[in-house]
């Protein structure tokens, strides 16, 4: 049984890209044949390179950790991953010739189909990768706001580490002096094909050439900053534009702000999911908001007009007389703004009548003619402040 790959690495299974890439800079920084004196330090050199470009490659990695090291090796063997077409082994939504059809049987027709065939697809021949250009794979951040940076909208910096073409040697994976030549193995092409003869006649098989990584050229130098991958992690400050209204869950995206491409192909994109902050007075509902307004005994009884906070400066809220503890009205607008509409949520106030906690004499005197005057006969001495608020 062959070396694992995590094992290679020295990562555990559930490392990250960024942390594989790390351990790969390290170990080939200490294998690589320019600078190593061990004897089969070339042979170590290729199992890292091959290890780190399994792991960080999220289809042969899926692919590689269902599969196993050994029949990993044999299906990648027999040319069963087809990078053009977007799958693991066979293409498209399956493992081929590894599990499925016939009840798992193995050696069965349908395994043999799927296994040089993709699935059933259709294609003769997969479609390597090469060294056409290839776009950078996205990253992903998380930024919080305040409630009110999301009703106004806001211009927010940010700093971020994501993986940029290596400074020393601008992303080529080797020193400037050194020299570039055609890969021996694939001609220049990126990719190496491979004939196998199978039940259904000759096939053809084309993958990523594994010397030049499908770059079609190999140097005899390894740039010792980035350890030959030609990126290197740097931390970044963005300017991104908030809109007004997004909501907590929702995600922003940076065009072009992504990890770099591969054989001079246009970076990926950097996604931002929004987490809008809790606010200390409004609850928020969608594009609605939610506030408590507390009003006096009198104020409920004869109705007035008073000013409510809102996250556009206060306005008028017309109390009308009789007004229970825990009725709620409407200001209508004055809720959050829709994305990518011109109209705004609506803020909802609700009315808590709030009893006082003392009472000078003369208080107290009105009150006690106001429950004489409904019928009520009460002893202000014994608690009927107490009763009042109860009431409520």
Do not use: W
Request: glycine share 16%.
């Amino acid at each position: 049984m062959s070396e694992d790959f995590y094992e290679v690495l020295g990562v555990s299974r559930d490392a990250s890209d960024d942390e594989i890439k790390q351990a790969y800079r390290e170990k080939a920084s200490k294998y690589h044949p320019d600078v190593s004196d061990e004897p089969d330090a070339e042979e170590k050199f290729k199992k890292i390179k091959k290890a780190k470009e399994i792991l960080t490659d999220e289809e042969k990695r899926q692919a590689y950790d269902q599969m196993g090291h050994d029949r990993f090796e044999e299906a990648e063997k027999r040319g069963g991953f087809d990078e053009g077409r977007g799958g693991g082994p066979g293409g498209p939504g399956g493992f081929g010739g590894f599990g499925g059809g016939n009840g798992g049987a193995s050696g069965g027709f349908e395994d043999i189909f799927e296994q040089f065939f993709g699935g059933g697809s259709g294609g003769m021949s997969g479609q390597g990768g090469g060294n056409r250009p290839r776009q950078g794979r996205n990253l992903r951040t998380s930024m919080e706001i305040d409630l009110e940076d999301a009703y106004h909208g806001v211009s927010k910096e940010f700093t971020v580490t994501r993986p940029e073409k290596c400074s020393d040697c601008n992303g080529e994976g080797h020193p400037p002096d050194a020299s570039v030549d055609t890969c021996p193995e694939c001609g220049g092409a990126g990719e190496v094909r491979q004939v196998q003869q199978t039940p259904f006649g000759r096939v053809q098989q084309r993958s990523t050439c594994p010397r030049c990584n499908g770059e079609g050229e190999v140097a005899d130098q390894t740039c010792r900053t980035c350890g030959g991958d030609g990126v290197d992690q740097n931390e970044v400050t963005l300017t991104v534009e908030v809109p007004a209204g997004v909501e907590t869950g929702q995600t922003l995206r940076m065009d072009g702000e992504g990890a770099p491409g591969e054989n001079r192909g246009p970076p990926g994109d950097l996604l931002i999911d929004i987490e809008v902050r809790d606010h200390e007075d409004f609850e928020r509902d969608g594009a609605d908001l939610h506030y408590d307004q507390p009003i006096s005994f009198p104020q409920a009884v004869f109705g007035d007009s008073i000013e409510v906070p809102t996250l556009d400066g206060k306005k008028q809220l017309e109390i009308p007389d009789g007004t229970q503890s825990g009725e709620r009205f409407r200001l209508k607008g004055q809720g959050m703004p829709k994305l990518r509409s011109r109209r705004s949520g609506h803020l909802f106030v609700t009315v808590q009548v709030v009893t006082p906690d003392s009472l000078n004499e003369e208080q107290k005197d009105a009150l006690e003619q106001f429950a004489e005057a409904g019928g009520e006969e009460v002893d202000v001495s014994e608690g009927f402040f107490e009763k009042i608020k109860n009431s409520f």
